[in-house]
């Protein structure tokens, strides 16, 4: 297993349950179809890769771009760092990783 498909799943455990936190706290129905969604789009496509299914870390840095960049216009909007901020760190990170390893194994 390596990095990325950590990143990938990690990410996508960190969407989910931030989507159940939201619906839970505010009763964002919105927010717990979006990030169960992402969640587990990630989460199917760190599985993906760990299969041998070489379009699984694609699928994983486009949902995270997607992500991070829903999540910067969200901080601009409501200049909340929690938790659009932190979603964006991570995700940068996340989409950091899995990009250097589509690059390392191409």
């Known amino acids: 297993m390596n990095l990325g498909i950590v990143a990938a799943f990690g990410y996508g455990i960190l969407s989910l349950v931030g989507g159940?936190?939201?619906?839970?706290?505010?009763?964002?129905?919105?927010?717990?179809?979006?990030?169960?969604?992402?969640g587990l789009l990630l989460i199917f496509s760190a599985y993906c890769q760990l299969q041998g299914q070489t379009w699984g870390l694609t699928l994983a840095s486009v949902i995270?771009?997607?992500?991070?960049?829903?999540?910067?216009?969200?901080?601009?909007?409501?200049?909340?760092?929690?938790p659009a901020g932190l979603m964006i760190i991570l995700g940068m990170l996340t989409l950091a990783v899995i990009v250097n390893q589509?690059?390392?194994?191409?």
């Open 102 to 106: 589509i690059v390392v194994s191409n």
């Open 64 to 82: 995270t771009g997607i992500l991070v960049v829903f999540f910067a216009l969200r901080l601009a909007k409501t200049r909340k760092f929690m």
């Open 20 to 38: 159940i936190i939201g619906y839970i706290q505010a009763k964002s129905k919105v927010s717990l179809l979006s990030g169960g969604i992402s």
